[in-house]
């Protein structure tokens, strides 16, 4: 048995019964890490850490304690903040940085007996498609290493599909939780904006990024999810209310799915389309209803998301100038080569190429042309989007227009990898829960996946449907 392709409920069975040890699954899992080093999907390895935490959790175990994740070994995108283990960010900014406290999600995991292996690789500060931004070495496929894993969780996604995790936090901006998924081959979930707390995230847009989970299976996330899931005082964004709006569906009769036009156009490629309506079909024959609908200002969600995150980005990465946070450039004689030898050495051309779009979109003359439009347009995508879901319990498309593309071939045009997330990206507009999960391959063997989008906190109704799926295309 190789127990690093468990699923997170194989594992946990295989504890509960005494066949197999926390030990056990977490050495498996940093001997798989060291096998798989050259994809690059860690940038710092817990080991010790983890060893140490896996034995606490057999002991716990031992002792006739249980807890959600108990003895799981999991890993963390390496934006996130972990006491006593350093969050580069991928950055050269922050290649030593330390943080002195857990992130909220980090504490919970913990609290839920988790095992953290390592923290993963990932697109410097989070912006990128392809995790070939990170400043240390890119991430590569797991499936074809010479194709992107996706970004900005490209590291996050590898690992679990490569063996190297169980479970792994992402963040997700703008799809950089489901797009690295629907490339391995994974499942990954961008929950609600504010049902995961952002305490101990290291912020790119503020008002876009969310915390979730990549796991093999729509259960696994669900288990990682209702971890990391709840209000946070530390986070004012976070939501005290209920987080469980949606509904455990067992089965397809008598839902309605909808099918949003613009998220299938003609220039749409065919095994991505025929992989997505193919699915698409399972639910019809499964029973559930298929409801044409409309989002109108689809057209406006790619440059709105640019516009909006790359302000945030400029305003949020203004902090590291070598003085108040940061890594700090050698022979400065005044306070402005500092800011800028700082700034120049240590920042990677995607981050200035963004900073610099932020501060244009922001500057006199220009806001109300363009970050003024963004945000009135970021209203209509909203209302748009609750139009659709207002009759459907979910809408379905294509999580990204195609499969994981050659290493490099965006080096030259940012603005085609920028389009790779046309379909991801109006969701995090709209504050939306949303999915990707595998339905097929392409004909070099690329998984394609599909991305289910649903009204806020109905995260489980996603994850139900979800599952269904998995279990239904699996016969």
């Given at each position: 048995m190789?127990?690093?392709?468990?699923?997170?409920?194989?594992?946990?069975?295989?504890?509960?019964?005494?066949?197999?040890?926390?030990?056990?699954?977490?050495?498996?899992?940093?001997?798989?890490?060291?096998?798989?080093?050259?994809?690059?999907?860690?940038?710092?390895?817990?080991?010790?850490?983890?060893?140490?935490?896996?034995?606490?959790?057999?002991?716990?175990?031992?002792?006739?304690?249980?807890?959600?994740?108990?003895?799981?070994?999991?890993?963390?995108?390496?934006?996130?903040?972990?006491?006593?283990?350093?969050?580069?960010?991928?950055?050269?900014?922050?290649?030593?940085?330390?943080?002195?406290?857990?992130?909220?999600?980090?504490?919970?995991?913990?609290?839920?007996?988790?095992?953290?292996?390592?923290?993963?690789?990932?697109?410097?500060?989070?912006?990128?498609?392809?995790?070939?931004?990170?400043?240390?070495?890119?991430?590569?496929?797991?499936?074809?290493?010479?194709?992107?894993?996706?970004?900005?969780?490209?590291?996050?996604?590898?690992?679990?599909?490569?063996?190297?995790?169980?479970?792994?936090?992402?963040?997700?901006?703008?799809?950089?939780?489901?797009?690295?998924?629907?490339?391995?081959?994974?499942?990954?979930?961008?929950p609600t904006y504010s049902a995961v707390s952002r305490n101990g995230l290291v912020a790119f847009a503020s008002s876009l990024d969310q915390i979730g989970p990549i796991a093999r299976t729509a259960d696994d996330c669900r288990r990682v999810y209702n971890v990391i899931k709840g209000h946070d005082a530390g986070d004012s964004t976070s939501y005290a209310g209920d987080l469980d709006m949606g509904e455990h569906i067992t089965s397809l009769k008598g839902r309605r799915i909808g099918i949003a036009r613009e998220f299938f156009p003609d220039a749409l490629g065919g095994k991505v389309r025929e992989a997505v309506e193919k699915a698409i079909k399972f639910y019809e024959d499964g029973g559930a209803e298929i409801v044409e609908t409309s989002i109108g200002s689809f057209d406006m969600a790619l440059a709105c998301y640019y516009i909006i995150s790359s302000a945030e980005a400029s305003s949020n990465l203004s902090r590291y100038d070598g003085v108040k946070y940061g890594r700090r450039a050698e022979g400065c004689k005044t306070i402005d080569d500092v800011y800028y030898k700082s700034r120049t050495q240590f920042f990677g051309a995607e981050v200035k190429r963004r900073m610099m779009l932020g501060n244009f979109v922001l500057s006199s003359g220009y806001y109300d042309a363009f970050y003024l439009r963004a945000s009135k347009a970021r209203t209509l995508i909203k209302r748009d989007f609750e139009a659709a879901l207002s009759d459907c319990d979910a809408l379905i498309c294509p999580t990204a227009p195609t499969t994981a593309y050659k290493s490099g071939s965006n080096a030259e045009d940012p603005a085609a990898a920028y389009l790779g997330d046309v379909f991801t990206v109006p969701v995090n507009i709209a504050g939306l829960p949303a999915l990707s999960v595998k339905c097929g391959e392409d004909s070099d063997g690329l998984p394609i996946g599909m991305q289910l989008i649903g009204r806020q906190y109905c995260e489980e109704t996603l994850l139900s449907l979800a599952e269904i799926y998995e279990k239904g295309a699996a016969k």
């Open positions: 190789d127990v690093t392709k468990l699923t997170i409920k194989q594992l946990m069975d295989a504890m509960d019964a005494g066949e197999l040890s926390s030990a056990e699954a977490t050495r498996a899992t940093l001997d798989r890490i060291k096998e798989c080093e050259d994809l690059g999907a860690y940038v710092t390895v817990c080991e010790k850490e983890a060893m140490a935490a896996a034995e606490r959790a057999d002991k716990a175990r031992a002792e006739g304690r249980r807890a959600p994740l108990l003895g799981v070994p999991v890993a963390v995108k390496d934006n996130i903040c972990t006491e006593g283990v350093r969050t580069t960010c991928a950055s050269r900014f922050l290649e030593n940085y330390v943080p002195p406290y857990d992130a909220f999600v980090v504490k919970k995991l913990k609290e839920a007996g988790a095992v953290i292996v390592g923290k993963t690789n990932m697109d410097e500060f989070a912006m990128g498609s392809g995790s070939e931004y990170s400043a240390f070495y890119r991430v590569k496929n797991a499936i074809d290493p010479e194709r992107v894993a996706g970004g900005s969780s490209g590291g996050s996604a590898c690992a679990v599909a490569s063996g190297q995790a169980f479970a792994a936090l992402g963040s997700d901006t703008g799809g950089s939780i489901r797009q690295p998924a629907s490339f391995n081959g994974v499942t990954g979930l961008k």
